[in-house]
């Protein structure tokens, strides 16, 4: 038994994270969870590893708009839900491997974004009918989808994993390291450290999640959510202990988890949570 201690969304992807009370959890992922992407002028996605300033874009969610501020920049909105009837606003974009269908969000939009990272971006939304399949990687899975996340629709982290690690940073000099390095869409509270590397399922309420496999680590961690700026740190000293075999030796931390049942309930911060381990 575990308790869910923290739940957030990241309407646009790679941009900072918004802290929810509670969270519909639907099928592609908690409500508008990577809904939206930034993009270059060939519609390929825009990250933090080439466009650090990304975390310093704040989405805020209303009832039926997204507001988006950054440092030096007016403020501006978007409606959630627009019927996405008109041609002229369609356009492939590409995510990973992935070539999927988006809606342009405009050319002031797209202004507000490339001067703020300073190179030319637009932001797109997925469209209502694209369909990203994730990449299961666990015989007898029905097939899970997607929004823009980089894999799966979930990540889920222990937060005695970030403690630990927090302390191994203590020892090596470095400075601690909050959640939001890490993107999570649910942290639990409960567990021993690195415990959600064995999580198989995860109940709440109704809602059973499977746990597929380790969310394998790039550079991102390292860019201060803050200040956009980059250091070593705290992927040097996770290289330390969390080069994982079954990654090919990559630095893993966190669980990816696809939605088994209950799509459409809502999750709460503060409730139990019933887990299944895997031996190991």
Not at 162 to 188: I, Q, S, T, Y
Request: proline content about 5%.
């Amino acid at each position: 038994m575990a308790t869910l201690s923290a739940l957030y969304t990241h309407p646009i992807k790679s941009c900072a994270a918004v802290a929810l009370a509670q969270a519909r959890c639907e099928q592609q992922g908690l409500e508008h969870d990577r809904r939206w992407m930034v993009v270059d002028h060939g519609g390929e996605f825009l990250s933090q590893r080439e466009a650090p300033r990304l975390a310093l874009v704040v989405p805020a969610l209303r009832t039926e708009v997204m507001r988006i501020a950054a440092p030096g920049m007016l403020r501006i909105e978007l409606p959630l839900e627009v019927e996405e009837d008109d041609p002229s606003v369609l356009r492939k974009v590409k995510v990973w491997d992935d070539v999927v269908d988006a809606v342009d969000e405009g050319d002031y939009v797209a202004q507000w974004f490339s001067d703020f990272l300073g190179r030319p971006a637009r932001l797109v939304k997925l469209h209502p009918d694209a369909r990203r399949l994730a990449a299961m990687g666990r015989a007898g899975l029905a097939p899970a989808t997607h929004r823009f996340a980089d894999a799966f629709p979930l990540l889920v982290l222990g937060q005695a994993s970030l403690d630990d690690l927090n302390l191994r940073l203590a020892g090596a000099d470095g400075k601690e390291v909050r959640m939001n390095r890490f993107r999570p869409n649910l942290v639990l509270e409960g567990l021993d450290a690195y415990a959600e590397d064995r999580i198989d399922t995860l109940v709440a309420d109704g809602i059973e999640l499977r746990a597929i496999r380790r969310c394998v680590r790039c550079e991102i961690p390292d860019i201060d959510q803050d200040t956009a700026e980059r250091c070593d740190q705290p992927m040097r000293t996770l290289a330390g202990y969390r080069a994982d075999p079954a990654e090919r030796g990559a630095v893993t931390f966190g669980v990816y988890c696809v939605v088994n049942a209950g799509a459409g309930a809502t999750l709460r911060v503060g409730q139990l949570v019933t887990l299944e381990l895997r031996a190991g």
